[in-house]
């Protein structure tokens, strides 16, 4: 079983940068599509972006194509999301998700991690 833990979120001013990363353990993760999604007070959850543990490919939503990335430190063993420009729209618990590739649903979840911009 894939075990998922965020870290990094905290309270930033709008402009700010911020790194939120995933560790994640459990065995076989090259077939786990991994993914950053987040939900705002009052609004659905909603995917910002997400990858396949072992390929360069991602893919990012197009409100986040501008200022966010995803990306997998090898050393860590974490998926990281960088945020760039935040805005106070981006405040949010953020949620590392994953699930099998052969799957359509993300089953695997943590806790969340908090960021919140100030304006």
């Known amino acids: 079983q894939v075990q998922l833990v965020e870290s990094g979120g905290r309270s930033v001013q709008a402009g700010d940068s911020l790194r939120l990363s995933c560790a994640a353990s459990?065995?076989?993760?090259?077939?786990?599509?991994m993914a950053w999604f987040r939900q705002a007070p009052g609004k659905e959850r909603e995917l910002v972006a997400a990858r396949l543990w072992s390929s360069s490919t991602t893919h990012v939503s197009d409100f986040a194509k501008a200022r966010f990335t995803i990306s997998r430190d090898n050393r860590k063993n974490t998926v990281d999301l960088h945020m760039n420009d935040l805005k106070p729209e981006d405040t949010a618990v953020y949620y590392c998700?994953?699930?099998?590739?052969?799957?359509?649903?993300?089953?695997?979840w943590g806790r969340g991690t908090q960021v919140t911009v100030s304006s």
């Open positions: 459990g065995r076989n993760l090259s077939n786990y599509v």
């Open positions: 998700a994953a699930r099998h590739f052969k799957t359509d649903q993300y089953n695997l």
